[in-house]
């Protein structure tokens, strides 16, 4: 008896252990990339105006390789730029032979997707809104489910090139293109 039950605490704490092993705080680029510019990259659509050009005002989305296709100039690079930068290179496209001073504005129409998995209602694809946080996130995927860690989530997030996993509370922002892993609970 005695010796089951020392086998039992074992086994308890080996389980306990391993758990603790995965544990990776989030790194400080983690909540760095929160305060800088908004970098574009497949999934974005963006809204550019050109004034008075109708015809090349409109909508477009930034392709799996991380180009605009935009009438007259053909691709113009999107990934890793921010929406000015954009806005800078179609009108240099344009003032080279098309425009003679293009006015040009760009802004995201919609961002990137998220993603959440785990423990929640109803995994999948969710529209990211600015401002949202793990918790908005959540709720828009059904909630929680009974067995979930409600305290802490994982959040996989693509930081100057190099995707990082680490574990954030559910009041901490997202950013478009985050997957979000909702673990089960031990207990």
Same mark, same amino acid.
């Given at each position: 008896?005695k %010796?089951?039950s020392?086998?039992?605490?074992?086994?308890?704490a080996? $389980?306990?252990?391993?758990?603790c092993a995965? @544990?990776r705080?989030a790194?400080p680029a983690f909540?760095e990339?929160?305060y800088?510019?908004?970098?574009?990259?497949?999934?974005?659509?963006? %809204? /550019?105006t +050109?004034?008075?050009?109708?015809?090349?005002t409109?909508? @477009? !989305?930034?392709?799996q390789?991380? @180009? /605009?296709?935009f009438p007259l +100039?053909?691709? +113009?690079?999107a990934?890793g730029?921010t929406a000015?930068q +954009?806005?800078?290179? /179609?009108a240099?496209?344009l %003032?080279?032979?098309y425009?003679r001073?293009?006015?040009?504005?760009?802004?995201?129409a919609?961002y990137r997707?998220?993603f /959440?998995?785990g423990?929640?209602g109803s995994a999948?694809?969710? !529209? @990211?809104?600015p401002?949202?946080?793990?918790?908005?996130?959540i709720a828009?995927?059904?909630g &929680?489910?009974p %067995?979930?860690?409600q305290a802490?989530?994982?959040i996989? #997030?693509?930081?100057?090139?190099? $995707?990082?996993?680490?574990r954030v509370?559910i009041?901490?922002p997202?950013?478009?293109?985050?997957?979000?892993?909702v #673990?089960?609970r031990l &207990?």
């Amino acid at each position: 008896m005695k %010796r089951s039950s020392a086998l039992a605490a074992a086994l308890l704490a080996a $389980v306990l252990t391993a758990g603790c092993a995965s @544990y990776r705080p989030a790194p400080p680029a983690f909540h760095e990339a929160l305060y800088k510019p908004y970098l574009l990259d497949a999934g974005d659509t963006v %809204r /550019i105006t +050109v004034f008075d050009q109708e015809n090349l005002t409109n909508t @477009y !989305a930034v392709d799996q390789a991380g @180009y /605009i296709a935009f009438p007259l +100039v053909g691709a +113009v690079p999107a990934r890793g730029h921010t929406a000015k930068q +954009v806005e800078a290179q /179609i009108a240099a496209m344009l %003032r080279d032979g098309y425009l003679r001073d293009p006015d040009v504005s760009v802004e995201v129409a919609e961002y990137r997707p998220i993603f /959440i998995m785990g423990e929640v209602g109803s995994a999948g694809q969710y !529209a @990211y809104v600015p401002g949202m946080t793990v918790q908005k996130a959540i709720a828009a995927a059904g909630g &929680f489910s009974p %067995r979930a860690n409600q305290a802490t989530v994982d959040i996989t #997030r693509e930081i100057n090139g190099k $995707v990082m996993t680490g574990r954030v509370l559910i009041s901490d922002p997202l950013l478009p293109g985050d997957t979000v892993y909702v #673990r089960e609970r031990l &207990f």
